[in-house]
C-alpha cells in the first residue's frame, strides 16, 4: 500500500507546486492587451479570409489599434462596422467603395480555340507550364480549372463552359482569389459597375482573331468613341478609368468583337 501511496503524493505535490509557479507566471509575465483590440475584433465578421491584408480578424484588430492600420480595410464588414471601429477610436471613419472580383475573359469552350485535351492534375499552377501557357491557344485566357473557385470561402465562384465567372450577389471583396490565378485575369473592381472589359489578351489584333471569338483585338475604337476620356490602351487592350467613366456603354457597343460588356444592358 506505501509503494503506491507514496508515488501518488508525490505527485500530486509536484503537480501543486509547478500549478502554483506557472499560476504566478502568468500574472508576473503577462502582456497587457490594449482593450480596444477585443473591441474590435468582436465588431469584425470573423472570416479570416485575409482580404485586409493581415493574417485574419485578430490581426487586423491588432494592426488597427497598435499600428494604425485603416479601419475601414475589411471587406466584408459593413459600413456600419467601419463605423463602430471608429466610434471605439474616436476617429471618424469614411467607408470605402465595395469591391467584387471580375474575370477578364469570356472564352468559353464555343468561343476560344484549344491546343489539344489535357489530363494532368486540375489545377491551374499545374496546367499553365504548358508550354504556351495552358491548354487553351490564348496563353492569356481563363483555363478553367478552378483553383480560384477553391480559394473562395463563400461560393461566390464557379466554372461555367471552361471559364471562371463570378457571382457578384455571393462576392465579399475578399480578393482571396486574385494571387491564385496565375494568369492575373482576375481584378477586383468597384461593385455594381456595368460597362467592363471581358478580355484580358495582350496579343496583337490578327493572333486574336484566329483563336478566339470574342477577344479584344487592339482596334482603339472603344477609346476613340468614349465622350468622356475614360479609356486607354495599355499593352493592346483598353482599360477603363472608374473614376471617369459614366457608364453610357457607347464602348461596348463600338467594339466588334464584344471584348467589353454592357451588364447594365443585359440586366434590362
Not at 214 to 219: K, N, P, S
Not at 259 to 264: E, G, Q
Request: aromatic fraction near 6%.
Amino acid at each position: 500500500m506505501k509503494e503506491i501511496l507514496f508515488p501518488l503524493i508525490s505527485l500530486g505535490g509536484l503537480g501543486l507546486l509547478f500549478g502554483v509557479v506557472l499560476g504566478y507566471s502568468s500574472k508576473k509575465f503577462a502582456v497587457e492587451v490594449n482593450p480596444m483590440v477585443p473591441q474590435i475584433r468582436g465588431c469584425l465578421p470573423g472570416a479570416n479570409c485575409g482580404g485586409c491584408g493581415f493574417a485574419g480578424c485578430d490581426a487586423y484588430a491588432e494592426a488597427i489599434v497598435l499600428n494604425g492600420a485603416a479601419p475601414n480595410a475589411c471587406p466584408i464588414a459593413s459600413p456600419e462596422v467601419a463605423g463602430q471601429i471608429g466610434e471605439i477610436l474616436g476617429v471618424e471613419v469614411s467607408t470605402a467603395e465595395p469591391k467584387v472580383a471580375y474575370v477578364k475573359c469570356k472564352g468559353t469552350k464555343d468561343k476560344a480555340l484549344y491546343k489539344g485535351d489535357y489530363y494532368g492534375i486540375e489545377d491551374c499552377s499545374n496546367a499553365v507550364i504548358i508550354p504556351g501557357g495552358g491548354p487553351k491557344s490564348c496563353e492569356f485566357g481563363c483555363m478553367g480549372f478552378g483553383s480560384c473557385v477553391k480559394a473562395c470561402k463563400f461560393d461566390a465562384l464557379h466554372i461555367i463552359d471552361g471559364v471562371a465567372v463570378v457571382d457578384e450577389e455571393k462576392c465579399v471583396g475578399c480578393g482571396a482569389c486574385v494571387p491564385k490565378c496565375p494568369k492575373a485575369i482576375i481584378q477586383m473592381m468597384p461593385k455594381g459597375r456595368p460597362v467592363k472589359i471581358t478580355c484580358n489578351s495582350k496579343a496583337k489584333g490578327a493572333s486574336v482573331k484566329k483563336i478566339c471569338e470574342v477577344g479584344c483585338i487592339g482596334c482603339t475604337l472603344c477609346v476613340k468613341a468614349c465622350p468622356f476620356d475614360a479609356m486607354e490602351m495599355v499593352n493592346n487592350l483598353p482599360v477603363i478609368d472608374y473614376d471617369k467613366c459614366k457608364n453610357c456603354g457607347i464602348c461596348a457597343k463600338k467594339c466588334p468583337t464584344a471584348a467589353i460588356d454592357n451588364f447594365r444592358k443585359a440586366k434590362a
